[in-house]
């Protein structure tokens, strides 16, 4: 492997190069991992965690970037400590750090990297003669409905000849969906506590310790089991409502859609409305039918995706999250384990 190479891998250490690095060069089996002097790459790996859960953002500088063996193997060591942690906020949480700083990093890279990491990604794109990038429909629809804003609609899209045509920042932002899909799956992986070393087990108590005083920051929790199929972020911005409180224009675009898809009448969702301090009928009742596609376009608007609620803070996970990647899925997965609500 070329040195340009060992450091694009070290600097995006989900490529399958940082893989293969490690299949080459590094025993990545648990019982060998504390043993072949990781321990640097295990105090890396909680950063990485830490920077994700603080600044919701990974970094990686040079230094980090030179020091290649530790960065390459802190990745993969980091996905076993957010497994181990069995917590759902902090599994997407990291994904999401790891992703948006790739995202970053991609922004400074040269046009033939930032393709080739898509590539690899599975995100492919074409460069044409105009500088534009071109993805496939199919691709681009699949990793774009999670975007609200309306430039990202497909109607509203430069398309030819069955490709979809963006600037470098879009593409870049593609490929970030991706690499959060494929951090957040490998986090899902199970890793038996049992066979874990002790080093690894103090890391995950260090990372939950920093989870917890995060989470002791946040306004109070509000036990939401008895709601049954409402997902805990959607049933607390519901009870936040309900007790009068001011929710912010995205809040009331999630509860509307959300009533919305569960089938609520337009009156059933303007009585609900009516607690907030600014209540006024015409308005909601507008905006309710306008959201339900009743007016305008007859566009239906759909419920925010679990990345757009998490990219704005409002992602408060259970367990019955579990690998969903939509609210309305939740539970879904995890049929079997989800409680009845009688
Ligand atoms: S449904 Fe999705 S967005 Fe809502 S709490 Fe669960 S994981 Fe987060």
């Known amino acids: 492997m070329t040195s340009e190479n060992v450091l694009r891998a070290a600097r995006y250490p989900f490529l399958p190069e940082a893989r293969e690095f490690i299949s080459r060069n590094i025993d990545l089996t648990l019982e060998s991992l504390e043993k ?16 994700a859960l603080i600044f919701k953002e990974v970094k990686v500088t040079v230094l980090d970037e030179l020091n290649y063996v530790r960065e390459i193997l802190s990745f993969p060591i980091a996905v076993i400590l957010v ?27 040269s046009d033939e990297t930032l393709l080739y990491i898509g590539e690899k990604m599975g995100v492919e794109g074409v460069l044409d003669d105009e500088s534009m990038i071109r993805v496939k429909i199919p691709t681009y629809l699949k990793l774009a409905y999670s975007f609200h ?16 045509l963006m600037g470098r920042n879009e593409y870049a ?17 199970p890793v038996p506590m049992g066979a ?24 109070s929790h509000i036990s939401l089991r008895e709601r049954g199929d409402t997902p805990p972020c959607i049933d607390r911005i519901i009870k936040k409502m309900e007790n ?14 959300f009533m919305i898809a569960r089938n ?22 507008y905006q309710v039918e306008h959201l339900a596609g009743l007016r305008g376009g007859g566009k239906k608007y759909s419920v925010p995706s679990c990345r757009t609620m998490l990219t704005n803070g409002l992602c408060y996970p259970d367990e019955y999250c579990k690998g969903i990647k939509h609210p309305l899925r939740y539970g879904e997965e995890n049929a079997a384990n989800k409680p009845r609500v009688s």
């Open 244 to 257: 009068g409180e001011n929710a912010s224009h995205f809040e009331r675009l999630v509860v509307a859609t």
């Open 196 to 219: 874990a070393p002790d080093s690894f087990r103090r890391a995950v108590g260090k990372i939950v310790e920093v989870w917890s005083k995060l989470e002791a920051a946040k306004p």
């Open 173 to 189: 932002r593609l490929v970030q969906v991706e690499i959060n899909n494929y951090v957040y799956e490998k986090t899902l992986e």
């Open 264 to 285: 609520r009448s337009i009156d059933e969702i303007i009585e609900f409305f009516s607690k907030q301090p600014d209540y006024k009928y015409s308005v909601t009742k």
């Open 83 to 109: 497994s181990m942690t069995m917590n759902e906020y902090v599994r997407r949480m990291y994904a999401l750090g790891e992703s948006r700083g790739a995202y970053r990093r991609m922004l400074n890279e």
């Open 149 to 164: 804003a309306p430039h990202w609609k497909l109607v509203n899209r430069a398309v030819s000849n069955g490709y979809v």
């Open 36 to 51: 072949t002097g990781s321990e640097a790459a295990l105090k890396r790996a909680v950063e990485r965690v830490e920077n």
